[in-house]
C-alpha cells in the first residue's frame, strides 16, 4: 500500500463530475489497484475514488505541477489529482490479510441461510457462501426463481453501514455481465434487528429487507424471515 499525504485538487469525471479544491488530504493506493482519497475528519468513506481495475500515470502540468490520472480500465471514467504540495510519500507491504472474521451467531446465521435461502425469498437458491469481489465477500450469492442474481448481506444488527456495504457489492457486482444476464443483481438485506433508518435507505435504493428469526432458523422446521 502507498500512502501520501498531499495538499491537493480532485476532478473526477464520468458517469458523473465531481471537484475536491485544493486542500491537505491523504491519497491510498492499495495492491489491488484502487485509489481512494481520503480527508482528517467527518465520515470514515473516502471523499473520492477509483475501483480496480483501473491504471494510475503520474505526469505533470504544463506548469510542471506532478499530476496523477487514474482511468478506468472498464468505464474510461477519469479521476485526476493536482498535487501542490508532497508533504509525505511513503510505501508499505501490509502481507496477506485473513479477512473479516465474524462473530459466532452471524456465522452460524449465514450456514443456516446458506442451507435455506427460500427462507429469505420464495425459490431462492445459493450460489455460493463468500462470493468473492475486489472490495471483500458477499456473504451469500443467490439466484431467483427467473435466474436473476441475487446478493445478500447479513447481520446480526441491521444500521445503515450495512445497507452501505451491500450498495457497494451491488454497484460492482452490477459491472459483471456473468451476473446480469437475467437482469441486474439485486440485494437482499438480512439482519435479526434492522434499525428504521437502514430499511428507508435500502427500500430506497430497491434493496429488500429481510428479519432473520434466528431460533426458528435453528429449529429449521419451520425457519420464519420476515420481509419487507
Avoid at 502507498?2 to 491537493?8: E, G, I, P, S, T
Avoid at 493506493?29 to 500515470?57: E, I, Q
Avoid at 425469498?121 to 475486489?134: I, K, M, N
Wanted: hydrophobic letters at 40%; a negative charge.
Amino acid at each position: 500500500m502507498r500512502l501520501v499525504v498531499a495538499k491537493c485538487q480532485i476532478d473526477y469525471a464520468g458517469r458523473l463530475t465531481a471537484h475536491l479544491p485544493m486542500a491537505t488530504r491523504v491519497l491510498m493506493v492499495k495492491a489491488d489497484g484502487s485509489v481512494l482519497v481520503h480527508s482528517d475528519g467527518g465520515s470514515y468513506k473516502p471523499l473520492n475514488w477509483m475501483s480496480p481495475p483501473c491504471t494510475l500515470r503520474e505526469g505533470t502540468t504544463d506548469d510542471g505541477t506532478p499530476e496523477w490520472t487514474v482511468t478506468s480500465t472498464k468505464t474510461d471514467d477519469t479521476l485526476r489529482i493536482l498535487l501542490a504540495e508532497v508533504i509525505s510519500d511513503s510505501s508499505h507491504d501490509l502481507g496477506v490479510d485473513p479477512g473479516l472474521q465474524k462473530d459466532g451467531v452471524e456465522k452460524h446465521l449465514q450456514e443456516l441461510l446458506a442451507e435455506h435461502p427460500g427462507t429469505l425469498s420464495p425459490g431462492l437458491t445459493l450460489v455460493r457462501r463468500e462470493f468473492p469481489t475486489a472490495i471483500g465477500p458477499v456473504d451469500l450469492m443467490c439466484r431467483d426463481g427467473e435466474g436473476v442474481s441475487v446478493a445478500v448481506e447479513i447481520k446480526r444488527r441491521g444500521d445503515i453501514d450495512g445497507v452501505l456495504q451491500l450498495g457497494r457489492y451491488l454497484e460492482l457486482l452490477n459491472r459483471d455481465p456473468l451476473l446480469t444476464g437475467k437482469g441486474p443483481v439485486r440485494g437482499i438485506f438480512a439482519a435479526q434487528v434492522i434499525r428504521p433508518q437502514a430499511r428507508v435507505l435500502a427500500e430506497d435504493r430497491g434493496m429488500t429487507c429481510a428479519l432473520v428469526d434466528y431460533d426458528a432458523l435453528r429449529g429449521l422446521d419451520d425457519p420464519t424471515v420476515r420481509l419487507f
